[in-house]
């Protein structure tokens, strides 16, 4: 197997982000209506944060001799956006989301779903789809900024 290089290793776990959100999306337009469904959901949902957080674990390695990659790292951890994803992520193996559908009694699908984060002690709830993507164009933004 090819050597990867940490920038190639980072751009695959945005890659691998990217599946997940459109997973995530697909599963939430076909429905939440069984618990196999909602599980899928999960599965998805959790590992999207896990490959965004894996982006900059992916940085750690090649920041110890490229300083300019550990001031970036350094700014991304500074981040809010990136303190939710991250808090999202270690909230996640501790307990399964809460997963909240509405489901259209004329079509069976779910219409809308709240996503449920500890972070600082508080829970936020947001338009998780809307949300997540905002995260994945932050993160994508980082890498081209980074790696131009």
């Not at 500074?78 to 996640?92: H, L």
Request: with cysteine; charged share 25%; net charge positive.
């Amino acid at each position: 197997m090819p050597e990867c290089s940490a920038k190639d290793d980072s751009w695959l776990a945005l890659r691998g982000a990217f599946y997940h959100l459109w997973q995530v999306t697909h599963q939430f337009k076909k429905g939440l209506a069984s618990n196999d469904k909602v599980e899928l959901f999960h599965w998805h949902l959790r590992s999207f944060f896990w490959e965004m957080v894996a982006v900059r674990d992916s940085l750690k390695r090649a920041a110890r001799t490229d300083r300019r990659i550990e001031e970036a790292l350094h700014n991304l951890d500074d981040q809010q956006w990136f303190q939710e994803v991250s808090a999202y992520r270690n909230f996640a193996h501790e307990s399964f989301h809460v997963v909240e559908a509405a489901v259209s009694a004329r079509t069976g699908r779910a219409v809308v779903f709240q996503l449920q984060c500890a972070i600082q002690s508080q829970t936020y709830m947001a338009d998780g789809l809307a949300l997540l993507r905002d995260y994945w164009k932050k993160m994508e933004r980082f890498l081209k900024a980074l790696f131009p």
